[in-house]
């Protein structure tokens, strides 16, 4: 089975710049790499999707590098408000396309 | 508006009883899942369906079962057999292209009794 890993926690301030990695080494060739933010009692929100290189939208940036095994998310300049958990979800290589797998999420904490 | 629907927000089981709880979507997707997270812990995949009357275990199918009926509904029934039915559940669904994100219910939290 294909498996994640990210870092189970990260502190940040107000306004700095936040980036998680998660390793995938079992990734499928045409899977894509999504992230999603989880706040407490609610269910995830989706972030950001990539398949390689750089996908940027109005609240991430997502960098994939060539071989895919890795994936970093760059939150700019959080606020308080980006205080959540955040997952790494990639498609399941061994159980065909539609049985994803999350990883073990980073709980970010956004410091005052 | 479309998205997904759980229902109950709260549950709560007696120990012995079997409880089923709701997921509806009116996003036309074909594929839905079921996920169970515990407190401070990730989501682990329960199990999923991508066409009506087909679904397959995940990780964690033991003493649950769930049907298919309708392509918009997907209910999870938690038995008696599960020892430990305590969690936050959460329903999502999907298209079937891969590239496709999930789209995540609000949850429903079952306790017990």
């Known amino acids: 089975l294909a498996k994640t890993t990210q870092p189970i926690s990260m502190d940040s301030y107000e306004g700095q710049e936040v980036n998680i990695t998660c390793s995938h080494n079992?990734?499928?060739?045409?899977?894509?790499i999504t992230w999603y933010q989880q706040f407490p009692s609610q269910g995830p929100r989706f972030i950001i999707q990539?398949?390689?290189t750089k996908v940027t939208n109005e609240v991430a940036s997502l960098f994939i590098p060539a071989d895919r095994k890795s994936s970093t998310l760059s939150l700019p300049r959080v606020s308080l408000s980006d205080t959540a958990v955040y997952y790494c979800l990639v498609g399941d290589p061994s159980s065909g396309t539609y049985k994803y797998i999350f990883g073990t999420g980073t709980r970010l904490k956004v410091l005052a | 508006d479309g998205g997904i629907t759980q229902s109950p927000k709260y549950l709560f089981r007696k120990e012995g009883q079997n409880v089923t709880l709701s997921c509806e979507q009116n996003?036309?997707?074909?594929?839905m899942y079921w996920y169970r997270q515990d407190p401070g812990q990730g989501l682990r995949l329960i199990y999923y369906?991508?066409?009506?009357?087909?679904?397959q275990k995940g990780d964690i199918a033991e003493g649950y079962s769930v049907s298919r009926e309708k392509k918009e509904s997907f209910p999870l029934t938690v038995t008696s057999a599960q020892k430990n039915p305590t969690a936050f559940y959460l329903c999502?669904?999907?298209?079937?292209?891969?590239?496709?994100?999930?789209?995540f219910g609000d949850g429903t939290r079952l306790s017990i009794l």
């Open positions: 996003l036309n997707h074909d594929a």
């Open positions: 990539g398949y390689k």
């Open positions: 079992n990734i499928a060739t045409n899977d894509y």
């Open positions: 369906s991508q066409i009506v009357n087909d679904f």
């Open positions: 999502a669904s999907s298209r079937l292209d891969s590239y496709q994100p999930q789209h």
